[in-house]
């Protein structure tokens, strides 16, 4: 079974350019693996950047959030509207206090988890990023602020969380059983 993930980058003429590979090239000496047992992601570090004016990142499947293709572009904006498609464990949005440049890893484990979460994955296809990028206003994400986007194995999965200054870690592992979350106020990081 392999990772596939494709990122897209700016170029300096404001072109697109997108990058897929069928299996992760391991990154200056990181490797990539699956779990066989449980089929989720071990030992992986897949790094990215990306750009937030909104002060917030996402991790979502992009089958979770179809039913918000037509809403407004700001529909997460609103506290109420946010807390229930996370509450629905449809997407993972990470409030980090303020706008800039962020990079992040995935790895087997993350240390201290600042957040613990239930994340449901119907298609296998995440995205990770900017959440200006979040299904709304007749658009998908596209990773133009960067990010990237992970497929894995459709399932339930336990998205750990931690940050320290610009560096965010993640990890991903498959669950047991579908659980809702139960946040009572916005996840900050």
Not at 1 to 24: P, Y
Not at 32 to 50: D, V, W, Y
Not at 60 to 88: C, G, Q, T, Y
Request: aromatic share 8%; charged share 25%; glycine share 6%.
């Amino acid at each position: 079974m392999s990772i596939k993930t494709s990122t897209c980058h700016q170029s300096n003429t404001g072109r697109t350019l997108s990058l897929a590979n069928d299996q992760v090239r391991p990154q200056a000496g990181i490797a990539t693996a699956m779990f066989a047992r449980r089929h989720a992601l071990k030992e992986l570090r897949l790094n990215a950047n990306f750009v937030t004016d909104t002060a917030t990142m996402c991790v979502f499947d992009i089958a979770s959030l179809k039913h918000r293709l037509e809403d407004d572009a700001d529909w997460w904006s609103i506290p109420d509207a946010e807390l229930e498609e996370v509450n629905r464990g449809n997407v993972a949005f990470l409030n980090l206090g303020s706008d800039g440049r962020y990079s992040f890893t995935f790895a087997e484990q993350v240390q201290y988890p600042q957040v613990e979460m239930n994340l449901h994955v119907p298609s296998g296809r995440l995205f990770v990023g900017a959440a200006e990028e979040v299904t709304a206003d007749g658009l998908e994400p596209e990773a133009l602020r960067g990010g990237m986007f992970i497929d894995v194995q459709p399932g339930e999965y336990m998205l750990r969380v931690s940050r320290n200054g610009t560096e965010i870690s993640l990890s991903l592992h498959l669950a047991h059983s579908s659980k809702r979350n139960e946040f009572d106020s916005l996840i900050r990081i």
